[in-house]
């Protein structure tokens, strides 16, 4: 019945009532509802009561004014006949001759004309009447009496009490509604008074004159007034009833009007308490101005963020906390964007009461009457300093690498196009440098990564010295620098900045107290001879930077067409070598060793080769390097030394005691499973582990680390050899050979090639040999090709041999024939 309020308010704003203050709105609705409908009820029922009573009343009167008319006619037509003395009629059947004044002498006569006529008195007559008309008539009249001549005139109860009550003076006229028959009359009687005129009837009875000898009543029935008595109390009753419920109906719907009025009202109390408690409590600060721009009200927060208290602003003007940041354009079209789309929002700076400038969010808001006429201006704003230094600080991360603070790659590729664009459009030149660290690894590996960050700072700071303000230099990532230089003259401008690099970079770098040295390679592309945007500019320069790293390192090389091709030869490389790996298309060849002193052939070196279904037989020169970067050298490795010490266990059966020697990539040392990878190779081949050799590299070994130099005496523990490769080439101190478990030093080739030409080469070679016995290591002479290197070596007492004049490296088959060719003459020497 009562409407739930669901905080529509008027204007369309939502809002929200209390449960508790909505339900007491709608008690006391109730209450004065209930007390409404009370009262108009008992209005109405004292409405009807009054109305029934009052047609009761009509009632009675109609029906007494017809009785007092009926009375009166009764008695006027009595009163003719007994001063007439009565009315002669002829007897008949009908009316017979009375039997109750038979006393009377003339009470029968013969008319003139002969006719016998009998009397008839006024009750007689009246009587006769009643009886034979009184349906029609209705009303019933008669007199009666306690001492009667006729006992049909003998009172009734009702008569007699009466009569009773006119004989003792109570009475004179007695009128009210009795029961005749089981049906209601009105009834209406007085008292008869003895006259002379009845004397001659009546005189025996002796009642003196002005006595009361019985009275004269008249009923008149009540049926047809009742009747429409009833019919009005129907009306009446209906009449009321559709006025209660128009009534009823009408206190309801004021009573749901009135609860939605009070419910608005109280709604639109809370809102403005609401309203007042916001703007007290807003974490915003909020100035309200009248249209002219005088300031109205302000609320806590806004002296809490200007400083200026309220007391200081009323009347004043927003201008006072404007600041110096914004010139006249910028507050024209604020206050255009206010008059015509109603609001403004945005960044604006203003200051404070003690001069301090801050970032405020601010919204402005046009309050316009119904007739669309400005009424306020409501501005709001809040302090973002810390927001927008905190966007601004992102935004550096997002373009600017964290440890150098240069350009990141995100930056550095969106000025390299802009760079493009800028020489397209004036038709300049410009080059991008692409460097890589040379030696960084190195640093980064044995010093730790605090000392890489330090040197990767420092190299930032050399190359910024080394460029023109207008210039970009970034880092992309890791060891990896980019320099743009937007606007060149010739191509030797670029490279006279790839010499400053390249010297600034020479010199050591004091990193946590220790000197080191690093160095670049730099590749050089140029615009517009290398490409037409930005993206082909930087693979292009990165392109020319591995192509001097492979030149030797710490050099620059401008891009040609060549490296594309090369490069595009690397990827198809790439992807055949992976497929390689997939589906073993490798072959283990295997290359002599010769003791000199016996002549007979002791071991062999392990070789792997790449035969490719379309390209052939691929050089290990090409793909190694190439799986080292991929990753992939580890499982060829692993192929390699399964494979040779599978096909060692044959040969070792057929009798031959030959040892085989097996290459590691140091790849495989950056994780700690080569030990038992090499235990797994040994028990699942079987062969001996004394019979295995571990090639190393002399460039890696320097390097090693502890960790890894654990790892060298774990598979010398194994009872597997370790021998250092291409010994001679590692430009270091020989003094770590004492901290290594090696056994064997393989002198490299290009000592070996000049030898007999060469007397230093000599000189270097013996003192090698000299150095290597002295630690009890053997030694190993690779890349013999001619008889007077291996005389030499033989002279200077070299342990073993190994090269083309022995034999080339040759596959499994063919070892077994070059094996039993070579063993009369090994038993030849031998005796």
């Given at each position: 019945?009562?409407?739930?309020?669901?905080?529509?308010a008027?204007?369309?704003?939502?809002a929200?009532?209390?449960?508790?203050?909505?339900?007491?709105?709608?008690?006391?609705?109730?209450?004065y509802?209930l007390?409404?409908?009370?009262?108009?009820?008992?209005?109405?029922s004292?409405?009807?009561?009054?109305?029934?009573?009052?047609?009761?009343?009509?009632?009675?009167?109609?029906?007494?004014?017809?009785?007092?008319?009926?009375?009166?006619?009764?008695?006027?037509?009595?009163?003719w006949?007994?001063?007439?003395?009565?009315v002669y009629?002829?007897?008949?059947?009908?009316?017979p001759?009375?039997?109750?004044?038979?006393?009377?002498?003339?009470?029968?006569?013969?008319?003139?004309?002969?006719?016998?006529?009998?009397?008839?008195?006024?009750?007689?007559?009246?009587?006769?009447?009643m009886?034979?008309?009184?349906?029609?008539y209705?009303?019933?009249?008669?007199?009666?009496?306690?001492?009667?001549l006729?006992?049909?005139?003998?009172?009734?109860?009702?008569?007699?009490?009466?009569?009773?009550?006119?004989?003792?003076?109570?009475?004179t006229?007695?009128v009210?509604?009795?029961?005749i028959?089981?049906?209601?009359?009105?009834?209406l009687?007085?008292?008869f008074?003895?006259?002379?005129?009845?004397?001659?009837?009546?005189?025996?009875?002796?009642?003196?004159?002005?006595?009361?000898?019985?009275?004269?009543?008249?009923?008149?029935?009540?049926?047809?007034?009742?009747?429409?008595?009833?019919?009005?109390?129907?009306?009446?009753?209906?009449?009321?009833?559709?006025?209660?419920?128009?009534?009823i109906?009408?206190?309801l719907?004021?009573?749901?009007?009135?609860?939605?009025?009070?419910?608005?009202?109280?709604?639109?109390?809370?809102?403005?308490?609401?309203?007042?408690?916001?703007?007290?409590?807003?974490?915003?600060?909020?100035?309200?101005?009248?249209?002219?721009?005088?300031?109205?009200?302000?609320?806590?927060?806004f002296?809490?963020?200007?400083?200026?208290?309220?007391?200081?602003?009323?009347?004043?003007?927003?201008?006072?906390?404007?600041?110096?940041?914004?010139?006249?354009?910028?507050?024209?079209e604020?206050?255009?964007?206010?008059?015509?789309?109603g609001?403004?929002?945005?960044?604006?700076?203003?200051?404070?009461k003690?001069g301090?400038?801050?970032?405020?969010?601010?919204?402005?808001?046009a309050?316009r009457?119904?007739?669309?006429?400005?009424?306020?201006?409501?501005?709001?704003?809040?302090?973002?300093?810390?927001?927008?230094?905190?966007?601004?600080?992102?935004?550096?991360?997002?373009?600017?690498?964290?440890?150098?603070?240069?350009?990141?790659?995100?930056?550095?590729?969106?000025?390299?196009?802009?760079?493009?664009?800028?020489?397209?459009?004036?038709?300049?030149?410009?080059?991008?440098?692409?460097?890589?660290?040379?030696?960084?690894?190195?640093?980064?590996?044995?010093?730790?990564?605090?000392?890489?960050?330090e040197?990767?700072?420092?190299v930032?700071?050399?190359?910024?010295?080394?460029?023109?303000?207008?210039?970009?230099i970034?880092?992309?990532?890791?060891?990896?620098?980019?320099?743009?230089?937007?606007?060149?003259?010739?191509?030797?401008?670029?490279?006279?900045?790839?010499?400053?690099?390249?010297?600034?970079l020479?010199?050591?770098?004091?990193i946590?107290?220790?000197?080191?040295?690093?160095?670049?390679?730099?590749?050089?592309s140029l615009?517009?001879?290398?490409?037409?945007?930005?993206?082909?500019?930087?693979?292009h320069a990165?392109?020319?930077?591995y192509?001097?790293?492979?030149a030797?390192?710490?050099?620059f090389?401008?891009?040609?067409?060549?490296?594309?091709?090369?490069?595009?030869?690397r990827?198809e490389?790439?992807?055949?070598?992976?497929?390689?790996?997939?589906?073993?298309?490798?072959?283990?060849?295997?290359?002599?060793k010769?003791n000199?002193?016996?002549?007979?052939?002791?071991?062999?070196?392990?070789?792997?080769?790449?035969?490719?279904?379309?390209l052939?037989?691929?050089?290990?020169?090409?793909?190694?390097?190439l799986?080292?970067?991929?990753?992939?050298?580890?499982?060829?490795?692993?192929?390699?030394?399964?494979?040779?010490?599978?096909?060692?266990?044959?040969w070792?059966?057929?009798g031959?005691?030959?040892?085989?020697?097996?290459?590691?990539?140091?790849?495989?040392f950056?994780?700690d499973?080569?030990?038992?990878?090499?235990?797994?190779?040994?028990?699942?081949?079987?062969?001996?582990?004394?019979n295995?050799?571990?090639?190393?590299?002399?460039?890696?070994?320097?390097?090693?680390?502890?960790?890894?130099?654990?790892?060298?005496?774990?598979?010398?523990?194994?009872g597997?050899?370790?021998a250092?490769?291409?010994f001679?080439?590692?430009?270091?101190?020989?003094?770590?050979?004492?901290?290594?478990?090696?056994?064997?030093?393989?002198?490299?080739?290009s000592?070996?090639?000049?030898?007999?030409?060469?007397?230093?080469?000599?000189?270097?070679?013996?003192?090698?040999?000299?150095?290597?016995?002295s630690?009890?290591?053997?030694?190993?002479?690779?890349?013999?090709?001619?008889?007077?290197?291996?005389?030499?070596?033989t002279?200077?007492e070299?342990d073993?041999?190994?090269?083309y004049?022995?034999?080339?490296?040759?596959?499994?088959?063919?070892?077994?024939?070059f094996?039993?060719?070579?063993?009369?003459?090994?038993?030849?020497?031998?005796a």
């Amino acid at each position: 019945m009562w409407p739930e309020y669901d905080g529509d308010a008027p204007g369309g704003e939502i809002a929200r009532l209390p449960p508790r203050d909505a339900e007491r709105i709608r008690h006391t609705v109730i209450r004065y509802c209930l007390l409404a409908l009370v009262l108009w009820t008992s209005l109405l029922s004292l409405s009807l009561w009054w109305n029934v009573e009052r047609q009761k009343a009509t009632t009675t009167t109609l029906a007494m004014s017809a009785a007092r008319s009926a009375f009166n006619k009764d008695l006027a037509y009595r009163r003719w006949a007994s001063e007439h003395g009565g009315v002669y009629v002829e007897p008949t059947e009908k009316t017979p001759p009375s039997p109750w004044m038979a006393h009377l002498p003339d009470r029968d006569i013969v008319a003139n004309d002969g006719r016998l006529l009998t009397l008839m008195n006024p009750a007689y007559m009246l009587r006769e009447m009643m009886a034979d008309y009184g349906d029609d008539y209705g009303i019933k009249g008669r007199i009666v009496g306690i001492v009667t001549l006729n006992p049909n005139n003998e009172a009734d109860p009702w008569e007699a009490e009466a009569i009773g009550q006119f004989s003792s003076g109570a009475l004179t006229e007695k009128v009210e509604v009795a029961a005749i028959d089981g049906q209601p009359y009105m009834r209406l009687i007085k008292p008869f008074l003895m006259e002379q005129s009845c004397q001659k009837c009546h005189g025996h009875l002796g009642f003196p004159n002005g006595s009361v000898r019985g009275a004269v009543g008249v009923s008149v029935p009540m049926d047809p007034y009742l009747s429409v008595e009833h019919s009005a109390v129907r009306t009446l009753a209906i009449s009321h009833g559709a006025f209660w419920l128009v009534g009823i109906t009408g206190i309801l719907l004021i009573g749901r009007r009135s609860s939605a009025k009070w419910l608005e009202k109280a709604m639109a109390d809370e809102e403005s308490h609401l309203a007042a408690h916001v703007f007290s409590n807003a974490l915003e600060a909020t100035i309200i101005t009248d249209p002219k721009g005088r300031i109205l009200r302000v609320n806590p927060m806004f002296t809490e963020l200007t400083g200026y208290g309220e007391a200081e602003v009323i009347g004043g003007n927003p201008r006072l906390i404007r600041s110096d940041h914004h010139d006249a354009d910028f507050y024209a079209e604020m206050w255009q964007a206010i008059y015509r789309d109603g609001s403004w929002r945005g960044e604006i700076w203003n200051r404070r009461k003690n001069g301090q400038v801050f970032v405020a969010w601010e919204s402005i808001v046009a309050v316009r009457d119904d007739q669309g006429a400005i009424r306020n201006f409501v501005g709001s704003f809040s302090d973002i300093t810390e927001q927008v230094e905190a966007q601004r600080h992102i935004l550096r991360l997002a373009h600017y690498d964290v440890l150098t603070e240069l350009p990141n790659r995100v930056l550095f590729l969106d000025r390299l196009e802009r760079a493009v664009l800028h020489a397209q459009r004036h038709n300049r030149r410009a080059a991008l440098l692409f460097l890589d660290l040379d030696g960084f690894k190195k640093v980064n590996d044995t010093m730790g990564h605090r000392a890489g960050d330090e040197l990767l700072k420092e190299v930032a700071v050399r190359l910024k010295q080394c460029i023109r303000l207008t210039d970009t230099i970034a880092r992309l990532g890791g060891d990896e620098f980019t320099v743009l230089l937007g606007e060149i003259s010739s191509d030797g401008d670029a490279a006279v900045v790839a010499e400053k690099v390249l010297a600034g970079l020479s010199a050591s770098f004091s990193i946590e107290g220790r000197d080191v040295f690093v160095g670049a390679s730099i590749g050089i592309s140029l615009f517009p001879d290398d490409g037409p945007s930005g993206d082909e500019l930087l693979k292009h320069a990165d392109t020319a930077m591995y192509q001097a790293k492979a030149a030797g390192k710490g050099c620059f090389n401008f891009y040609s067409a060549e490296m594309t091709q090369r490069e595009e030869r690397r990827l198809e490389l790439e992807s055949a070598l992976r497929q390689a790996v997939e589906e073993g298309q490798f072959l283990v060849h295997y290359q002599p060793k010769k003791n000199l002193a016996s002549g007979i052939i002791t071991g062999f070196e392990a070789l792997v080769r790449w035969l490719h279904p379309t390209l052939g037989m691929v050089s290990p020169a090409d793909f190694i390097p190439l799986a080292e970067e991929m990753h992939l050298i580890e499982r060829i490795d692993a192929f390699v030394m399964r494979q040779a010490c599978r096909q060692g266990v044959q040969w070792l059966r057929a009798g031959h005691q030959i040892s085989i020697a097996v290459n590691l990539s140091g790849v495989n040392f950056a994780k700690d499973v080569l030990v038992e990878r090499v235990r797994k190779v040994l028990d699942e081949t079987g062969f001996p582990a004394a019979n295995l050799e571990l090639e190393l590299t002399e460039s890696f070994v320097i390097d090693l680390a502890v960790d890894q130099r654990e790892i060298l005496q774990r598979l010398r523990a194994l009872g597997v050899r370790l021998a250092i490769d291409d010994f001679g080439t590692g430009y270091s101190s020989l003094s770590y050979l004492k901290r290594l478990p090696v056994t064997t030093l393989k002198i490299d080739r290009s000592f070996i090639r000049d030898m007999a030409c060469d007397s230093r080469d000599m000189m270097l070679v013996s003192s090698i040999i000299g150095i290597a016995h002295s630690l009890g290591l053997k030694v190993v002479a690779e890349g013999i090709e001619e008889l007077d290197q291996m005389t030499i070596l033989t002279a200077q007492e070299c342990d073993e041999i190994q090269g083309y004049f022995l034999a080339k490296p040759m596959p499994a088959d063919m070892v077994t024939i070059f094996l039993m060719s070579s063993l009369p003459s090994s038993l030849a020497a031998g005796a």
